[in-house]
């Protein structure tokens, strides 16, 4: 355990110094404008899992919680001018909020009855915003960028290195509940809640505290979004796309794992930059259901469960 | 060990549930000594799944009072009465699926264990249920893997992690051969000797009849006998629930 803990805060240190790298040797701006979407799609991936994949509750809202970021960071630049890690850190706590009143809402109703209910959630703040004029409504509002604070020095690679630190702390926290007795609470209650409620677990406590972290990272990795786009709109904050895009990354990766998320954001949100640009930004869409049919029907546990079994399989022929 | 009368572990006062129009647990009162191997039977549909739903808090009652060591779980949530001690198997087995028997076991002392123990105690724990249960071999073996009757096994091991003064056994014996049938029965019989109060739903004649110091017959939610099993046994009443009229 101990040895494995210190392998992952150097490989964190060692993605953060390569990202930090990045910006100095790296000229071209397009990497950082990739790169900064995968990187958000990474960890919305990590931080949807946490609810989704450990407690197996299939949360539809993330563009719930994505616009939430995206629209507390247009109210904060617009009326005290707030500087970036407020804004993360401001979404953030929102986001707890917002997850701990859904938590408490919803979570009594298991299964399909949770994940309408999120989509409810994101179509009531999607009509709230839209009708609400000092951040735009929905025509959408423009933002300016203040200048860049030093070691950047450019405003976008910044946004870049910000998103891969809210990525190792959404893998830091995901991490750590899998490891924790956290996790193994969320799995019992996955596998059968009634059967986990009287072996000790308490359910609804440990679905709303995975609620309350996962809903503050979605929220949080939103935040800087209003400044990478240097403007909000509902339309594109409460895009459902955010929410299957997420979706499906963290089951084509898998769930059983923290790392499966990651796995599967990267190559799927990669994949979908490639399409956007050498065909179009339709097909990516098209892509993605179809590799979700895919994995659905052949991978149902995702690539870690694939690796797995791979494994498994060449152990027992092995011996 | 007993002295005179000692007071009951589980006293249920004149508790009800019922679903819609429908009394599946009319009006029951019944308390259950320390140390007592109780047999509850009777006809199926007749609501002892329910009363035990209703002890273990997986349904709430509505009038009625359940008191453990003389306090009121009325409307605690199952798993804090787990933590005070009550724990139970299920009819169909109910195992983590995505978890190994072991861990099965860690969810229980993770979360119902009555004091703060280091891993290495909680998996020394463990290993001693699991060999008591005769599952020592299957502790990394997944659930997906055992045989009916080590689920059952397995089922009653993860309760017994939870260290709980009072079992629930839910017709742990359904379906087994008879020699399986011997296999657990003997299995809670020791742990009846291990000053665990044991209630035992049971379909099995001949295993209620061995294990139970008294026996409680159910029919339509309402007790129609209570005694020794061969009291029980001799009531027509009884007979006349399991056979018809």
């Keep these: 355990m101990k040895r494995s803990g210190a392998a992952f805060w150097i490989g964190a240190a060692v993605f953060l110094g390569a990202a930090f790298v990045m910006t100095k040797v790296v000229g071209n701006q397009y990497p950082f404008f990739a790169g900064y979407v995968i990187l958000q799609f990474v960890a919305l991936a990590v931080a949807w899992s946490i609810l989704g994949g450990y407690a197996g509750y299939v949360n539809f809202g993330t563009s719930a919680f994505f616009g939430v970021g995206v629209y507390s960071s247009v109210f904060l630049v617009k009326a005290f001018g707030a500087p970036l890690p407020l804004q993360i850190l401001i979404a953030a706590a929102i986001g707890a909020f917002m997850g701990f009143a859904l938590g408490l809402l919803t979570l009594r109703m298991q299964g399909i009855f949770f994940s309408i209910a999120t989509i409810a959630l994101?179509?009531?703040?999607?009509?709230?915003?839209?009708?609400?004029?000092?951040?735009?409504?929905?025509?959408?509002?423009?933002?300016?960028?203040?200048?860049?604070?030093?070691?950047?020095?450019?405003?976008?690679?910044?946004?870049?290195?910000?998103?891969?630190?809210?990525?190792?702390?959404?893998?830091?926290?995901?991490?750590?509940?899998?490891?924790?007795?956290?996790?193994?609470?969320?799995?019992?209650?996955?596998?059968?809640?009634?059967?986990?409620?009287?072996?000790?677990?308490?359910?609804?406590?440990?679905?709303?505290?995975?609620?309350?972290?996962?809903?503050?990272?979605?929220?949080?990795?939103?935040?800087?979004?209003?400044?990478?786009?240097?403007?909000?709109?509902?339309?594109?904050?409460?895009?459902?796309?955010?929410?299957?895009?997420?979706?499906?990354?963290?089951?084509?990766?898998?769930?059983?794992?923290?790392?499966?998320?990651?796995?599967?954001?990267?190559?799927?949100?990669t994949t979908q930059q490639l399409l956007t640009v050498t065909i179009s930004s339709e097909v990516n869409v098209l892509v993605l259901g179809v590799m979700l049919v895919l994995f659905v029907v052949g991978a149902p546990e995702g690539i870690i469960g694939l690796i797995r079994r791979l494994r498994s399989y060449r152990k027992e022929g092995g011996s | 060990m007993a002295s005179e009368a000692p007071a009951p572990l589980l006293r249920i006062v004149s508790l009800t549930k019922r679903f819609g129009g429908f009394t599946a647990v009319d009006n029951i009162s019944i308390d259950i000594r320390p140390g007592e191997r109780f047999g509850l039977i009777g006809p199926n549909g007749s609501g002892k799944t329910t009363l035990i739903n209703c002890i273990s808090g997986a349904f709430r009652t509505e009038p009625g009072t359940v008191l453990f060591r003389d306090e009121d779980i009325t409307t605690l949530q199952p798993h804090v009465r787990t933590r005070r001690g009550i724990a139970r198997s299920f009819q169909i087995p109910r195992p983590f699926r995505s978890m190994t028997v072991a861990e099965n076991l860690m969810v229980a002392l993770d979360f119902a264990a009555h004091e703060h123990v280091s891993v290495a105690e909680r998996h020394d724990t463990m290993m001693s249920i699991l060999t008591q249960m005769g599952l020592a071999?299957?502790?990394?073996?997944?659930?997906?893997?055992?045989?009916?009757?080590?689920?059952?096994?397995?089922?009653?091991?993860?309760?017994?992690?939870?260290?709980?003064?009072?079992?629930?056994?839910?017709?742990?014996?359904?379906?087994?051969?008879?020699?399986?049938?011997?296999?657990?029965?003997?299995?809670?019989?020791?742990?009846?000797?291990?000053?665990?109060?044991?209630?035992?739903?049971?379909?099995?004649?001949?295993?209620?009849?061995?294990?139970?110091?008294?026996?409680?017959?159910?029919?339509?939610?309402?007790?129609?006998?209570?005694?020794?099993?061969?009291?029980?046994?001799?009531?027509?009443?009884?007979?006349?629930?399991?056979?018809?009229?």
């Design chain 1, 122 to 269: 994101t179509i009531i703040i999607e009509t709230t915003i839209m009708n609400w004029r000092y951040v735009g409504g929905a025509a959408g509002i423009q933002i300016a960028r203040p200048e860049v604070t030093p070691p950047f020095d450019n405003y976008v690679q910044m946004l870049f290195f910000v998103q891969a630190l809210l990525v190792v702390v959404a893998v830091a926290a995901s991490r750590y509940i899998q490891n924790s007795w956290i996790g193994r609470g969320l799995q019992a209650l996955r596998d059968d809640e009634l059967a986990a409620e009287c072996t000790g677990v308490p359910t609804l406590r440990l679905k709303l505290l995975a609620c309350v972290i996962s809903g503050a990272l979605l929220c949080a990795v939103g935040a800087p979004s209003a400044m990478y786009l240097q403007f909000a709109n509902p339309e594109s904050a409460f895009n459902l796309n955010y929410s299957v895009s997420t979706l499906a990354m963290s089951l084509i990766g898998g769930t059983a794992h923290w790392s499966g998320p990651i796995i599967g954001a990267i190559v799927l949100s």
């Design chain 2, 137 to 245: 071999s299957k502790a990394n073996a997944s659930t997906i893997q055992l045989s009916q009757v080590e689920l059952r096994k397995m089922e009653l091991a993860r309760a017994m992690a939870t260290q709980p003064k009072l079992l629930i056994s839910d017709e742990a014996m359904a379906g087994l051969s008879s020699s399986e049938i011997d296999e657990v029965l003997d299995l809670l019989m020791s742990l009846a000797g291990r000053d665990i109060t044991i209630i035992m739903i049971e379909h099995i004649m001949q295993a209620v009849m061995r294990f139970s110091d008294r026996v409680m017959c159910l029919d339509a939610g309402k007790i129609i006998a209570l005694g020794t099993p061969l009291e029980v046994m001799a009531d027509r009443r009884v007979q006349e629930a399991y056979l018809g009229t």
